[in-house]
């Protein structure tokens, strides 16, 4: 038997094929970066507003990445282009691969034409972040709203992302709700494809 136990050789890295990696990352190690990075943060704005917005900034990044990466990885390079099929992308796939579990709930808003939330009983970014009492209703899921944002501007869908706290009966701590909404341009496109 030629050839078994050997791996194959590579002349060159960008010949190695991109391998999936270990699916996980430890939770504690999880919670000590982002607990540093909402930490340095507060140390460089003047109020909560400025601190989501930078906690926004840093989870678009992350988004447009990540979106990259499943592209690639999952899809073939193929390109969602319907408004249910990125957000149902959104909150299947991509919640999956960040979180281990699609999200708790997608829905349309009933006011807006334009609007849908993506809910979550327990954000895992909420999780282990004590807020003190000067800082209100300061909300790390900013960062997540980033993410969000950062998949859908890179797959062609603009949009506001923003997170807010939901009071929930029976629920020690509000659940957070990604609220999407699409710029115009979007609807107008969908309205034309339908």
């Known amino acids: 038997m030629i050839g078994v136990g050997k791996t194959k050789q590579y002349s ?12 996980e990352v430890s939770l504690s190690a999880f919670a000590f970066l982002f607990s540093e990075l909402v930490q340095y943060n507060q140390t460089h704005v003047d109020n909560i507003g400025e601190l989501e917005r930078r ?7 992350v988004g447009a990445r990540v979106l990259e990466l499943l592209c690639h990885r999952e899809r073939g390079n193929r390109r969602e282009t319907r408004l249910l099929g990125i957000l149902s992308f959104v909150h299947s796939t991509v919640w999956k691969v960040l979180f281990g579990k699609v999200a708790d709930s997608l829905e349309k808003g009933t006011e807006h034409e334009d609007e849908y939330m993506i809910s979550e009983k327990e954000l895992l970014v909420n999780r282990f972040i004590s807020t003190p009492k000067d800082m209100g209703a300061f909300n790390c899921g900013a960062f997540v709203a980033g993410i969000v944002r950062g998949v859908l ?4 869908f603009p949009a506001v992302v923003t ?19 699409f710029a115009e341009e979007v609807l107008r496109r969908e ?3 339908g």
């Open 153 to 156: 501007e890179n797959a062609g």
């Open 163 to 181: 997170a807010h706290f939901v009071p929930m009966e029976g629920l020690q701590r509000p659940r957070t709700t990604i609220l999407i909404k």
């Open 12 to 23: 060159n890295v960008l010949e190695k094929p991109l391998s999936r990696g270990r699916q």
């Open 55 to 61: 906690l926004e900034d840093a989870g678009y990044s």
């Open 191 to 193: 309205a034309r494809l």
